[in-house]
């Protein structure tokens, strides 16, 4: 049998309600039972003393004494040769089982109780030495209080008044809960949400954030694709169908051939390097810029490097190689339009670091900028047509880059070129 409900809505009510009723349960046993136990033994004696001394004056003779003691405490005497009462006494009910037992000890003999909870009044017979019957007649309330029942009506109202004002919260949670499961399911099966934003508690929007970034990154993840897959067949189509008609017609020379299948060697590389940069990694306490003088000095030998970093560089967690290829990627973009210098800067603070890489070439225009960082896009116009290379440079740093949880920057430089400004988390 399941006793846990499934629902979060359920679950939660139920983990917000069951420790209120049980510290409550807790509180009313430990407390008011003593209290009621202690409150009643009390009224209990005080009763049964009183009565006792009003039945020590009725066998004394004593009427006077007696009559002023009754309406002084305000119970009302009358003597009977027989029992008024013919039905089943409540010496054992709940409400006057201690009186009844403090009767025994102070009369020494049995008294019989009978209580008129409508009436809220209770009357006691008890025997005289002269073979009469005693009843004595007073309010309920002598002998019976009645705060634990305001309490436990008060221990259930708490509990519906902490229901009411926490049900509306947990329901907002719960539907907020709900929309991200259902844009989850629709973004699964390759759809949008349209009217989908964070909603709820912190949390909560910091998970549909995460949600809406990571389909954000699927749907560009599956556009690269599909740019690299028409960028390679349409590429390799050129080479190989001027190949082919070299071939048949028996005209291709043999620099003609080598130029081709090096121009489509160039385009396997490219798409292999591209795959690579998303090859998993062990994360390592990482420090940019030695790595970063390396690498410019690997890929741009030729050019003037700048560099200005600062005396204590920020250390934090990263996959190495990748940030090496992605930097190696955009050093070179850089190496290959400058003139004569680059120039590398980083810049830290307690929550990023950012790298900024910046030449005095001819850099790109600003409505060219998006296209540059799609793959197998070449800017001949902005860039020349010269340089050669297969478009997928800064696609591969975007991709290393963003798999780091940072971001990539396309800007016009101070030196007169293109500068990208990479933005990592620490």
């Keep these: 049998?399941?006793?846990?409900?499934?629902?979060?809505?359920?679950?939660?009510?139920?983990?917000?309600?069951?420790?209120?009723?049980?510290?409550?349960?807790?509180?009313?046993?430990?407390?008011?039972?003593?209290?009621?136990?202690?409150?009643?033994?009390?009224?209990?004696?005080?009763?049964?003393?009183?009565?006792?001394?009003?039945?020590?004056?009725?066998?004394?003779?004593?009427?006077?004494?007696l009559n002023t003691m009754a309406d002084n405490l305000g119970f009302d005497v009358s003597v009977n040769d027989t029992i008024q009462t013919n039905r089943h006494d409540d010496n054992h009910a709940l409400e006057a089982g201690p009186l009844s037992n403090q009767l025994k000890k102070r009369l020494n003999q049995r008294a019989d109780i009978y209580i008129n909870r409508g009436k809220r009044s209770v009357k006691i017979d008890v025997p005289t030495n002269d073979g009469k019957t005693a009843t004595f007649a007073l309010s309920m309330y002598r002998i019976y209080s009645t705060s634990t029942e305001v309490f436990l009506m008060w221990v259930i109202g708490s509990i519906l008044i902490v229901s009411i004002l926490v049900s509306p919260f947990i329901i907002m949670h719960t539907r907020s809960i709900r929309r991200i499961a259902k844009a989850a399911n629709r973004f699964g099966r390759g759809l949008d949400a349209p009217g989908f934003e964070p909603s709820g508690s912190r949390e909560i929007r910091e998970a549909a954030a995460a949600m809406i970034t990571m389909k954000e990154r699927l749907d560009r993840y599956n556009r690269t694709r599909t740019d690299m897959l028409n960028a390679v067949s349409h590429d390799l189509k050129s080479p190989l169908a001027r190949m082919r008609l070299a071939v048949e017609t028996e005209t291709a020379s043999k620099g003609e051939l080598l130029r081709d299948i090096d121009r489509m060697t160039e385009m396997v590389n490219g798409y292999l390097a591209f795959a690579r940069g998303e090859m998993p990694e062990i994360e390592q306490i990482t420090e940019l810029p030695s790595m970063l003088l390396r690498t410019a000095r690997d890929v741009a030998p030729k050019k003037k490097i700048l560099t200005d970093?600062?005396?204590?560089?920020?250390?934090?967690?990263?996959?190495?190689?990748?940030?090496?290829?992605?930097?190696?990627?955009?050093?070179?973009?850089?190496?290959?339009?400058?003139?004569?210098?680059?120039?590398?800067?980083?810049r830290d603070s307690a929550e990023q670091i950012e790298i900024i890489i910046e030449d005095d070439g001819p850099g790109i225009p600003d409505n060219k900028k998006a296209d540059a960082m799609r793959p197998f896009v070449r800017l001949d116009n902005a860039r020349g047509s010269k340089t050669g290379g297969t478009g997928l440079g800064l696609s591969i740093a975007q991709t290393a880059i963003e798999n780091h949880g940072g971001q990539i920057f396309l800007e016009n430089s101070d030196l007169g070129g293109l500068r990208v400004r990479v933005v990592l988390p620490i």
């Excluded at 070179?332 to 339009?337: D, F, K, L, V």
């Design 1 to 65: 049998m399941r006793l846990m409900p499934r629902s979060f809505l359920s679950r939660t009510i139920l983990m917000v309600l069951l420790p209120l009723v049980v510290a409550l349960v807790i509180v009313a046993n430990v407390f008011f039972g003593n209290h009621w136990e202690r409150v009643h033994a009390t009224m209990a004696r005080t009763v049964a003393g009183e009565i006792s001394t009003m039945m020590k004056f009725l066998n004394e003779g004593n009427m006077d004494a």
């Design 309 to 346: 970093f600062p005396e204590t560089p920020a250390q934090f967690y990263a996959r190495p190689m990748a940030l090496a290829r992605a930097f190696a990627n955009i050093i070179e973009n850089a190496a290959r339009y400058a003139k004569k210098t680059i120039k590398i800067t980083e």
